[in-house]
């Protein structure tokens, strides 16, 4: 999920800028590339990320532990198998973002798509971390105040004097840099705070628990149930903007080596989230919240969870703003033609610009969205674009022009153009599906506040 977890693209405004421009593509300078098994972190620092909380229900929703194991495992397989084609297409011109590799195969036009849906989907990621911020202080004025906040509802304890304040404090202030390298040793907090609340909800669910009043579901409601889990597989799954800049960056840039890391790093991915999602959900059942933080007791063990995740909140909602901020910007600058002066010139009104509107708006829909699984739900149906339907358009392009180069449709031909097919049906109809449930589910059923044994 975490497109925000990589220091590669904090490097990258200038190149961002010009990625829809004619202009040559810049390329990052090997130095000393990363080895194969260091990339294995940092792909798991880009896949791990805030979706994890949502994995509890979003089992639930879809019918209980096998019906969800068995839909991540299919997709899971498409997952990996996207990666290897991303890096086999960005191999062709070794290119080093996701968008300049959509750029030099697909053209122009794809490449403005994948803009859009980088912007929209940076834009409710960060949606998703202020919803988190206020999830936070809400389990930690729980804890340590329960009757002042229950009973007396002091203005300074409401969740959207509490999300504004501390983000605009916080948050606001790292989000004006032209670079944020300076983000990539908070960062680490991140990757910290992801495997300590992975370790918390699997030790919780071995201690004594009330288990009496819970339903355990075996089988979706109805059949279509079963996709509801997709936008939380493709949202949490999600590295693939991230990928190509890691790839470009390792030490004998081939496509054996990554396969090595994209594998093993899938493996951890799996691991983490399956046994975060299988615990959590056997712990709740159908009790389980959107945020799987706020079902547990009120303990120090859990309010360092809260207080790890939102540090890791606070920390990255800045890289999310930076990267939506530079497709935003390109898109802004192919808009209106600018030349490279004007570019220039008006870089740093820009940059402030964009960033507090970006904010603001982020903010006040923060505000007045309940739950994180609400936007989950519509950032998968974003999140599926990149897994499926932009890396089908690469490899169907790159196996066309290699049909017309030879002349001949060779086994090999036929069979990746099978793939590429499969991946833009299979996403087409994902995107189409989830969005379509996503929406009804919100109108038919309303859109309410996670509420556990320990709210108000």
Request: net charge neutral; with cysteine; hydrophobic share 45%.
């Amino acid at each position: 999920m975490s497109i925000q977890n990589q220091d590669y693209e904090s490097s990258q405004s200038e190149e961002n800028i010009g990625l829809i421009t004619e202009r040559p593509l810049n390329r990052l300078e090997h130095k000393k590339g990363t080895s194969w098994y260091a990339s294995v972190f940092l792909v798991v620092n880009a896949a791990l990320g805030a979706g994890l909380l949502n994995f509890p229900q979003a089992y639930e929703r879809a019918g209980g532990l096998l019906v969800a194991i068995l839909i991540q495992a299919v997709f899971v397989v498409f997952v990996l198998c996207a990666l290897l084609i991303l890096a086999y297409c960005s191999d062709l011109k070794k290119t080093c973002t996701y968008q300049d590799t959509v750029l030099t195969v697909c053209g122009q036009n794809a490449q403005r798509a994948s803009a859009v849906c980088l912007t929209a989907y940076c834009f409710g990621t960060c949606i998703t971390f202020l919803i988190i911020i206020g999830d936070q202080w809400e389990e930690f004025f729980l804890s340590v105040a329960y009757n002042t906040f229950c009973r007396e509802s002091p203005w300074y304890m409401n969740r959207i004097t509490t999300i504004m304040v501390t983000s605009t404090l916080l948050v606001l202030p790292l989000c004006f840099p032209k670079r944020i390298d300076f983000l990539k040793y908070p960062s680490m907090v991140g990757v910290v705070a992801i495997f300590y609340v992975v370790a918390v909800v699997t030790a919780e669910y071995f201690q004594p628990h009330d288990s009496q009043d819970i339903t355990i579901k075996t089988r979706p409601d109805e059949w279509m149930d079963v996709f509801i889990v997709v936008p939380t597989i493709c949202f949490g799954y999600q590295c693939h903007v991230s990928v190509i800049p890691i790839y470009s960056c390792m030490e004998g840039r081939n496509l054996r080596d990554f396969s090595k890391t994209a594998g093993i790093a899938m493996l951890i991915c799996v691991i983490t989230y399956t046994g975060t999602a299988a615990f959590g959900y056997l712990t709740f059942g159908d009790k389980v919240t959107s945020d799987i933080l706020l079902s547990y007791d009120h303990s120090p063990v859990i309010l360092m969870a809260v207080i790890l995740i939102a540090v890791k909140t606070y920390t990255t909602y800045p890289i999310l703003l930076f990267c939506g901020r530079a497709s935003f910007e390109c898109l802004w600058i192919d808009l209106r033609q600018l030349s490279p002066e004007v570019i220039e010139s008006h870089e740093k009104l820009r940059r402030i610009v964009i960033t507090i509107v970006w904010f603001i708006s982020t903010i006040i829909l923060a505000s007045f969205i309940p739950n994180i699984g609400v936007v989950i739900q519509l950032l998968g149906t974003l999140a599926a674009t990149f897994i499926f339907i932009f890396p089908g358009m690469c490899l169907l392009v790159t196996n066309l022009k290699e049909v017309r180069e030879k002349g001949i449709w060779s086994r090999k031909n036929r069979f990746l153009f099978a793939v590429s097919s499969a991946f833009l049906i299979l996403g087409a109809f994902i995107f189409g599906l989830t969005l379509t449930q996503s929406i009804m589910n919100d109108i038919d059923k309303g859109v309410a506040a996670d509420k556990s044994k320990y709210t108000c």
